[in-house]
């Protein structure tokens, strides 16, 4: 992971490209294997970006994916 070496420099396209990566992730995720990976994206997320950020991003996911069920218990465990 190089996100700690650029973190510092570059918080915002940092966190621009973490959010589109997972974004991209989470459109593609079919199944619960899938978005456990997801969710575990979101917890690196989390760590390089902040708390505020990563809990901001899951309240997103799962208003917008309220048809994947498994998805959003997965996102749930996240909270």
Known sequence: MLYPYL??????????????????MAEQASNRKEYKRVCKQIQTYKKACGKTHA?????????????????VDELGKLM
């Open 7 to 24: 973190i510092e420099d570059h918080f915002e396209k940092v966190n621009k490209l973490f959010k589109a990566w997972l974004e991209t």
């Open 55 to 71: 809990h901001k991003l899951i309240i997103h996911f799962q208003q917008h994916y309220q048809r994947r069920p498994a998805l």
